[in-house]
């Protein structure tokens, strides 16, 4: 096919950068291509109203049915049904703009075995002579076989031209790095090899350089997922990828993509070179580790909702595109069930909930919660997958965001005051998932809430704007977008939804463990949202039951802190496979109790269960 349709450029500001595309590309397709990321919670439908930006110059398209439904203000367009035909210049919101999320890379390493599946081993070997023809690869293994004991059974052909070039290169004094029973890379005598662990989340992607002979973290990176422009939720890109076609080819090369210039960042930061990466180890839910392996995804979205491929993969690194040593590897951790993913495993063995002595409970709070019940004396691991939805990632809320500068992260109310707390103490600009617990929780201690979440009309903090009932967080004249920053019925209603999810999933693994709540000595959170998260404000809302002899315990990312053990020992990836064979998945709606735990867990707590 022939593209007629003439090129057009299209300047975006503030960011100011600029880019060539077709006429007729949608706003939201034009920013992918400039690199530049605007939220589209709902994949491009015009549901979500979250990808809102202003038309500076240019001409488009007229607005549409949708547009019209959202109410826009005067100049806005949503970016993903904008079409452009002329060349324009468009102003993105903050808001809007996906750029400066906060990400979480810090993620410190415990004590961990350092026994990584790649070895590397320094050759001196005579050069070929008229009396000893062995081919190149012939004298290495047979070097590896005589000095080191090592018998090497493969070698690729990429990696055979490198190690042969390498070889001639220093003199046939130089190291390889063998995997089993395979070489996989080589480099200049004494050059340790290097491996890149990475968590591939939903919404943030962290990606570490660990020295695979020291277990020492060289670098670490952070990037947004690209996928986020074609929906923010697992459910919605599955869907692109499901009826678009190509849709899983194009969702996975965004993510290779953003891992290839993650890896370069690395090196770069680390000075070293890339053929020094001799292994890989990712961890993801099981959406995203299928999207980037390519793998089938259609029976994730049907019920009832399996994997295609379940148990640890080693592909070669090249088969996804990044620069390493050529015959590298990426290792993906194994998952447990179809929405309980590789990433849970790790977040397992970052905290050894499968070595636990006490009966605990691991959560890690997302688009889906997933949840880890151990109960050591009866040998018992069982795991939840809530779907808890995108709400306290920000989306689905009226002013809702991530954790960007701008971001309401934190609300309090003392006597007439409401206060709110701001990433980076920039003027607030919408509100993040910690913020939403916390107005919900302040507004529930001051009274001005039912126990069904509703906003109560004549209480002094709510207000009634075209029928809805609100709460101004911020207002117009001192919030960042000129506009009143407010918590709505409707922002309560969805956090509310999460929770009935959540506490049903509790409800139904403690019961299918058949433990009583009072049994519960610790509770761990996992992940970003876990770690802001105020558990006092959770607990006022009850985001969780207040189980009477248990602990809370919050331990960051704990996923890429798993990724990076299972990167740096063998052991531990053996001791991945053992717990996703040995825990048990709970399906939540096999239980005919499921929507009575839901209807309850919607519920918020009275007085005495708040304060208790
Ligand atoms: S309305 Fe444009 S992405 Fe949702």
């Known amino acids: 096919v022939i593209e007629t349709r003439p090129v057009i450029e299209v300047d975006f500001q503030p960011v100011g950068k600029r880019v060539h595309v077709r006429q007729d590309t949608s706003v939201l397709q034009a920013a992918i291509e400039a690199g530049l990321g605007i939220t589209s919670a709902c994949g491009a439908h015009g549901s979500c109203g979250k990808c809102r930006v202003v038309i500076l110059s240019g001409e488009t398209n007229l607005p549409t049915a949708n547009e019209k439904r959202i109410g826009l203000q005067d100049g806005e367009r949503l970016a993903c049904h904008t079409l452009l035909r002329s060349d324009a210049r468009i102003f993105i919101p903050p808001s809007s703009l996906l750029g400066q999320q906060r990400l979480q890379t810090d993620s410190s390493l415990a004590q961990s075995p350092v026994d990584p599946v790649v070895r590397s081993f320094d050759l001196e070997i005579s050069a070929p002579t008229l009396t000893d023809l062995r081919a190149d690869l ?11 004991n090592v018998a090497v059974g493969m070698v690729d052909i990429p990696t055979a031209c490198h190690v042969s070039r390498l070889a001639r290169h220093h003199n046939w004094r130089f190291r390889v790095f063998v995997r089993g029973d ?56 599955l869907n692109v990828a499901d009826r678009q076609e190509d849709g899983t080819r194009l969702l996975a090369h965004a993510v290779r993509e953003t891992l290839s210039e993650l890896l370069a960042n690395l090196t770069e930061a680390a000075g070293i070179d890339s053929g020094q990466v001799a292994d890989c180890c990712i961890v993801g839910n099981t959406a ?52 309980v993913g590789a990433d849970h495993v790790a977040m397992i063995l970052a905290v050894d909930m499968d070595r636990v002595d006490q009966v605990t409970l691991g959560i890690d709070i997302g688009t889906n919660t997933e949840i880890l019940l151990a109960h050591p004396e009866r040998g018992f691991m069982g795991s939840v997958s809530c779907a808890s939805g995108p709400a306290f990632e920000g989306a689905h809320i009226a002013n809702g965001m991530r954790a960007a500068p701008g971001a309401i992260e934190a609300v309090s109310i003392v006597g007439p005051h409401m206060h709110v707390d701001t ?4 003027p607030p600009i919408g509100l993040c998932g910690s913020g939403v617990v916390d107005a919900m929780a302040a507004l529930h201690k001051e009274g001005a809430m039912n126990r069904s979440g509703r ?21 117009a004249d001192k919030s960042g977008t000129g506009r009143d920053i407010t918590l709505s019925q409707e922002d309560i209603n969805q956090i509310l939804l999460a929770k009935g999810a959540i506490r049903a999933g509790l409800e139904i693994l403690l019961k299918a463990a058949q ?13 970003a949202f876990g770690s802001f998260l105020n558990i006092n404000n959770a607990l006022t809302i009850g985001l969780f039951p207040r189980y009477r002899n248990a602990i809370f315990r919050q331990v960051g990312n704990a996923a890429a802190v798993g990724a990076k053990q299972a990167l740096l ?18 399906e939540l709606s096999t239980f005919p109790t499921f929507n009575r735990y839901f209807a309850l867990g919607m519920l918020l707590p009275d007085e005495n269960e708040s304060q208790r």
């Open 455 to 475: 906003l109560d009309a004549d209480h002094p903090w709510v207000t009634t704007q075209s029928g809805v009932r609100e709460v101004i967080l911020t207002a």
């Open 515 to 527: 433990i009583e709540p009072d049994a519960v000595r610790e509770i761990i959170f996992a992940g």
């Open 138 to 148: 012939q004298r290495i293994t047979d070097e590896l076989r005589s000095n080191h």
């Open 288 to 339: 995203m580790t299928h999207l980037l392996l390519e793998l089938p995804i259609r029976q994730l979205v049907r019920t009832p909702y399996v994997a295609a491929v379940s148990s640890a993969q080693d592909i070669k690194v090249r088969q996804i595109g990044l620069q390493t040593a050529p015959g590298a590897y990426v290792h993906i951790l194994p998952c447990i069930g179809g929405f």
């Open 423 to 426: 990433v980076d103490d920039a």
């Open 569 to 586: 020992s063998h052991a531990v990836r053996l001791r991945a496979r053992q717990l996703a064979a040995e825990t048990k998945y709970v």
């Open 182 to 237: 395979e070489i996989v890379g080589a480099a200049p005598t004494g050059t340790p090899p290097v491996g890149m662990a990475v968590d591939l989340g939903t919404t943030k992607i962290a990606a570490y350089l660990l020295d695979l002979e020291t277990g020492r973290e060289l670098a670490a990176a952070g990037a947004l997922n690209p996928q986020i422009a074609y929906g923010e939720d697992v459910i919605s890109r």
